[in-house]
């Protein structure tokens, strides 16, 4: 008997860890909570939500599931690893305590601090004169001022404040207006580092670990990096900047010590490792921690990975990496993604997505907001789909997406043309 895997989510994060995990030949099925149409030829997606820790529970007991994986960052730090833990059922990603090196910032930056990781100066305030006068100082100083509150925010609690009214604005909104829930009890100002973004993920047992690959995530949702933040507007594996040198002085000055950190502070890291980093002219420094894997960055690692992905979960699900190895593809990987019109502000949902049946065999589509209603596939969220091409090189692979991308519409359907051009600088 093969054996029963459960993929908690329902984003093209998601959709891409059940891809994967479908090409597993020691997996007889896999189950999605609340998963989404585009699985529904790879995984049964049954209709509990992703933060219903007891109902995740009760499911994976009754259906005799030997692994569950989490997606969201939401249920990892509400503690549904310490809730399956306490019931004896294997799950990746890590505990409560050690999520909070996403879910609290304050925590994350001490631990920084503590055990000189490199990182951005930052101090931390519960008072909102203090965190004025502080933002004041830097931007006098002609800098900018780096506004984050304390806890989850959906990827919203960051506020890059070029002047004294926009430091403002943000301390009021997240320390006052609590715009941000208790998130905002305290915040962290932190200076601004000048250099190129990169993504790095590593996946823990606690002690070991193994390296997957970087990639560079397009957050601003026009051409250029114009206009405002989205969840990700793209993604390409491995940037031309990720040189062997950089891999090196990564793992040996952020991730090998933020995981004997986490051990010496009595919270072990199980699961993914997702390091936003900025590279900049002294070398890597992180930026943030994410517990959980990247969206869109998952959609095009996970065609990049040629082994086995299940007995890598399953090791660090279980404290034991010893022996694991991961495989990676040479080439190329570039994910785009198309959203609704009016994303990341209002949009409408309910349009119709045509072309499907037109791409080539070796395009691969993962969804994100859509819904099947008789039969027709409609959008549902403002991240729809991500389109992923695999090439030799660069200029391949991003020639390839493209053709691709061309031939679906929906109404209102919006990309970015761009994703991956900086590689070919
Ligand atoms: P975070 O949620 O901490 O990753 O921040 C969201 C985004 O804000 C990052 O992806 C960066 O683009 C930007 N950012 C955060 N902190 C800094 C910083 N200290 N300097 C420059 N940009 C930053
Ligand atoms: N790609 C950004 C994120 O997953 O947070």
Redesign the pocket.
Known sequence: MGKKVLVIGQGGREHALVWKLSQSPEIEKIYAAPGNPGMEPLAECVAIEATDIEGLAEFVRRSDISLTVVGPEAPLVKGIVDRFRQAGMLIFGPTAAAARLEGS?VFSKNLFKKYGIPT?RYEVFEDIAAAQACARNIIETGQ?A?I?ADGLAA?K??V?AQNQAEADDAIQSIMLDKSFGDAGNQIVI?????GE?LSFFAISDGENFVTLMSAQDH?RVFDNDKGP?TGGMGAYTNPPLYSEQLHQQIIARIIKPTIEAMQKEGCPYQGVLYA?L?ITAEGPKV??YNARFGDPETQVLMPMIKSDLLPVLEGSAAGNLHGCKVDIDKGACVGVVLASGGYPGAYAKGKAITGLDRLQADTIVFHAGTVLKDGQLLTDGGRVLAVVSRGQSFADAIHKVYQEVDKLNFEGMHYRRDIGRRALN
């Open positions: 910032k951005a900018a780096v984050k990827g609690g960051v890059i932190e200076e601004f580092l000048v973004e957050k933040n936003g900025m930026l943030e």
